[in-house]
């Protein structure tokens, strides 16, 4: 007999074990049911307009999924575009064949990544500003920042690492001359500083 039983309804049942022996034990259990069907979207994010980006709904074959844009796939793309720069929630309720409910939000913030206008933090410096090398150095001496991205002007997300206190080099692949998108955000995921960077010959 498999121990393991799936699919019982919730109820008062009666329990009749009969072991190798021959020796029957008797005992009561009362299943409780749970209408709330729990599940993670995942943590917030922080997107810049070209981050499409999926988000996974739970898993499983006996899942019904209602996005708040009426979709039912298990996932959902987010378009940054479509939603604009800005603070944003994503909702997602799950039914299960059993009648369970649950429900779940996502926060996301979409971000102008190359248009946006530049902003600091005191004692926050990249220098050298122009740089001869693929390469800068970041001031961070209040350790305020947690989190550095570099983006290219075509909006494409080239190097992103976290961060230490104090000084900070960064190297970054192999890249082009030109200019160059600096942002900064702290633990949070907020962003703290903007800042052009020019790679010259």
């Known amino acids: ?8 309804a919730a109820g008062a049942y009666q329990l009749i074990i009969t072991d190798n022996n021959g020796c029957v034990y008797e005992t009561q259990y009362t299943l409780q049911s749970s209408d709330e069907y729990l599940f993670d979207l995942g943590s917030d994010l922080n997107l810049c307009l070209n981050d499409i980006t999926t988000v996974e709904g739970p898993v499983g074959a006996n899942l019904i999924y209602y ?9 959902f793309v987010i378009d940054p575009v479509q939603w604009g720069v800005g603070s944003h ?13 649950g ?9 102008d990544c190359v248009n946006v206008e ?12 122009p740089g001869s090398t693929a390469a800068f150095t970041l001031s961070n001496q209040h350790g305020a920042a947690a989190r550095c991205e570099v983006w290219d ?15 900070e080099v960064i190297e970054l692949p192999s890249v082009g001359f030109g200019t160059y998108k600096i ?3 702290n633990e949070s995921g907020l962003t703290l500083a ?7 010959n």
């Open 1 to 8: 007999m498999d121990p393991i039983l799936n699919n019982v």
């Open 67 to 75: 996005w708040q844009d009426g979709s039912d796939n298990s996932d």
């Open 89 to 101: 929630l994503l909702n997602l309720s799950v039914v299960t064949t059993s009648g369970c409910f």
């Open 103 to 111: 429900t779940d939000q996502l926060n996301f913030v979409v971000n």
């Open 118 to 129: 530049e902003s600091s933090i005191s004692k926050l410096l990249i220098y050298p500003n």
């Open 153 to 167: 002007m075509t909006g494409r997300l080239i190097h992103q690492e976290n961060l230490n206190p104090a000084v």
């Open 183 to 185: 942002l900064l955000f």
């Open 194 to 200: 903007i800042k052009s960077w020019i790679y010259i």
